[in-house]
């Protein structure tokens, strides 16, 4: 009988999932910054190009879809070990990120006054 329960808290242990708190808010960090040094280079090249408007955010959307990719190859797809849930890979910093885009999407842009 004593065994037993121990080998049944054993399996109740080993079924609960563990995470170190520095090397997760490091993973959390490395998806944050990755995603803004992306908006800033994808917002200065829509600039440059000219997307703006709804062109603009979907090149944006792009990008962000790529960076996901990049990201779950690096964490070789298997985000469950790095991460709580794959929702911190592919939606993390969107938002965040597309203020950023839009900044430097409009710094990069040329002046209105040029256009006329």
């Known amino acids: 009988m004593g065994s037993s329960e121990k080998r049944s808290k054993d399996v109740v242990m080993n079924d609960i999932p563990t995470f170190s708190a520095e090397n997760f808010q490091k993973n959390l960090k490395v998806i944050q910054n990755s995603r803004t040094f992306l908006s800033i280079i994808a917002g200065v090249l829509a600039g ?18 790529i ?44 002046p209105l006054s040029s256009c006329m």
């Open 48 to 65: 440059i190009i000219g997307f703006t408007g709804l062109t603009g955010f979907v090149f944006y959307t792009v990008v962000m879809l």
């Open 67 to 110: 960076t996901s990719l990049g990201l779950m190859a690096k964490a070789g797809f298997s985000a469950d070990v790095y991460f709580d849930s794959w929702n911190r890979v592919l939606f993390d910093g969107f938002l965040g990120g597309l203020m950023v885009h839009y900044i430097f999407l409009f710094l990069a842009s040329p």
